[in-house]
């Protein structure tokens, strides 16, 4: 590629071969400066590219581990509150010079929500809010693929994604037609990660319920 405006820059550290670069503009202005590797810009690689739509640059970004106090990415004029990387393969979330979330390296996700620190949040996996009256419909999930009907107060949540293996906690509850009081429990043959059986009912009998609420947790 041709240039125009063309300036070599040598950049070195003591002891050390100095690096070629290039500030150049293409042949054709177009608003656009380029900083590449070499000696001119016919044969340059651009590494980095600044014009009125940003900056580009080709390659790793790498910035300095920064602190809750001072993170490495901030806002302008922010300088608390933004992303620092306190160890390996941990990423951080600061706001106001205070640690407000991390992703840890075991890839957990911890947040401070009136903890006064960060701590693992263990996520909902799957939750669903069904009619079991009639024919059985979803008002509204997550992670949900269907409901099974297997009989009176006798339901089948199918999830779309399955667990990691069965040793979640499945919440249920239902309210009772008759007097609005909540009744339910979990019924499993054996441990599926693909589906969580239930009954829904009183001790004396088991009944449909206009309203069902499960959740589960891993």
Do not use: H
Not at 191 to 206: E, F, N, P, Q
């Amino acid at each position: 590629m041709s240039t125009i405006n063309s300036k070599n820059v040598q950049v070195g550290t003591s002891g050390t071969a100095a690096q070629n670069f290039t500030l150049y503009q293409p042949a054709t202005p177009d608003g656009t400066v380029r900083l590449g590797v070499g000696n001119s810009g016919a044969t340059t690689s651009d590494v980095v590219t600044v014009n009125s739509s940003g900056v580009t640059v080709t390659g790793v970004v790498a910035v300095p581990a920064g602190s809750a106090a001072a993170p490495s990415i901030s806002p302008t004029g922010d300088t608390n509150t933004g992303v620092f990387f306190p160890s390996a393969d941990t990423i951080a979330f600061a706001e106001g010079g205070v640690e407000v979330g991390r992703f840890d390296s075991s890839a957990n996700f911890q947040f401070n929500s009136g903890y006064g620190s960060s701590a693992t949040a263990y996520g909902c996996r799957a939750w669903v809010n069904f009619n079991g009256t009639g024919t059985v419909a979803i008002r509204a999930s997550g992670n949900v693929s269907s409901i099974t009907d297997n009989g009176t107060g006798d339901y089948t949540v199918n999830l779309t994604t399955a667990m990691s293996d069965a040793n979640y906690a499945a919440q249920v509850c239902a309210m009772n037609n008759a007097s609005n009081n909540f009744i339910s429990s979990v019924y499993q043959n054996s441990a599926l990660v693909g589906s969580v059986r239930m009954y829904v009912g009183t001790t004396a009998s088991l009944t449909d319920s206009a309203a069902v609420y499960v959740a589960i947790f891993r």
